[in-house]
């Protein structure tokens, strides 16, 4: 039910920039906490928000700088005749402060994609998107969950 959950989280970017330069591969992992809101649940329609928090995993992020993010997402999912679609917003905040944030879209039998929409300090102008998968979740409890996601992709800086 929260394949959605914020999933949108991790991935890649994009937002306009100046001259971009050589693509650099990323990918990595978050795990964080899913906290849902339903509007409509019943056997032919599901409509529910998502809020997440979550970090990017020491050990498992290239580039080294998305490390210990954190990530923030909200975003909304709906579940028709057993397909689900999603989309969220999310911002990684690094240690050093600077920003990403990107748009992840969930349809059925597609992977998810992953966007980058706009980045401040270090990201600025970043560029790119990817994929992402769940890995992991845990049963939901009272609108809440656990989960961890996977991604990558491609992004591009502009050249200073």
Not at 27 to 39: D, F, I, R, T, Y
């Amino acid at each position: 039910m929260h394949k959605l959950a914020c999933a949108a989280a991790v991935a890649a970017m994009a937002s306009a920039g100046a001259v971009a330069a050589a693509g650099t591969d990323y990918s990595g992992q978050w795990c964080g906490h899913v906290k849902s809101e339903m509007l409509v649940a019943g056997p032919e329609l599901t409509v529910f928000s998502a809020e997440t928090w979550a970090i990017e995993t020491p050990g498992a992020s290239t580039p080294k700088e998305m490390e210990n993010s954190a990530v923030h997402c909200v975003g909304y999912v709906r579940i028709m005749h057993g397909k689900q679609w999603s989309t969220t917003a999310c911002q990684f905040t690094d240690p050093g402060g600077d920003t990403f944030t990107g748009e992840a879209v969930n349809e059925p039998d597609k992977p998810g994609t992953w966007t980058f929409l706009h980045g401040t300090g270090k990201w600025k102008g970043i560029q790119g998107g990817g994929h992402y998968e769940t890995v992991s979740r845990s049963k939901p409890v009272q609108g809440s969950s656990a989960m961890c996601l996977k991604h990558s992709g491609s992004f591009t800086l502009p050249t200073q």
